[in-house]
């Protein structure tokens, strides 16, 4: 395996149990934003993908705030948007659609698999580890993130190959 495949999976890995645990100990909001910083440095660069990160946070907390506001989610008090740690779950995400998990853009079918799987997976463990509830219940909910999930992932590596075409000089 490619080390820069290897190292950004583990990366992704390290922050992503870096933000979860966050829920309760928000110091560890550094260690997921040294998970980002480490792969902009060793895996990948911000001039090659700083649009696709800032997209996917920036869609992915607004479809999760959407998500709260449904009432799919209960992170034990009010609020109108999804906390940083989960914010920044989406961001570490998105270093990934270009290295260990660019096997997933095609077919795209594939990554519409992994998304049904992994993406309620990831929600249901992070949910009991951040302590979030799920008011509809774990089964709803999950096939709920299942189905979103299954068309995400395909649109997310839209996202990122629109990202990596040169940009067209203006008319």
């Not at 209960?74 to 914010?87: E, T, Y």
């Not at 920044?88 to 795209?108: D, E, F, G, M, Q």
């Amino acid at each position: 395996m490619n080390r820069k495949l290897l190292l950004n999976a583990l990366l992704f890995q390290t922050g992503w149990f870096a933000c979860v645990f966050a829920a309760r100990q928000p110091w560890l909001l550094a260690v997921a934003a040294l998970a980002l910083l480490a792969h902009f440095r060793w895996v990948g660069r911000w001039a090659a993908e700083g649009r696709l990160v800032a997209s996917v946070l920036i869609a992915g907390s607004a479809l999760d705030s959407f998500l709260l506001q449904l009432g799919v989610f209960d992170f034990g008090s009010q609020r109108l948007l999804v906390p940083l740690w989960l914010a920044l779950l989406w961001a570490l995400l998105a270093t990934t659609l270009n290295h260990c998990l660019a096997w997933t853009a095609r077919p795209w079918w594939l990554g519409s698999l992994l998304g049904a799987v992994a993406g309620p997976l990831s929600y249901w463990a992070g949910a009991r580890i951040a302590g979030v509830g799920l008011p509809l219940g774990s089964a709803p909910t999950l096939l709920l993130l299942a189905g979103l999930w299954a068309l995400l992932m395909p649109v997310l590596h839209g996202f990122a190959a629109l990202y990596r075409q040169p940009p067209r000089p203006a008319d």
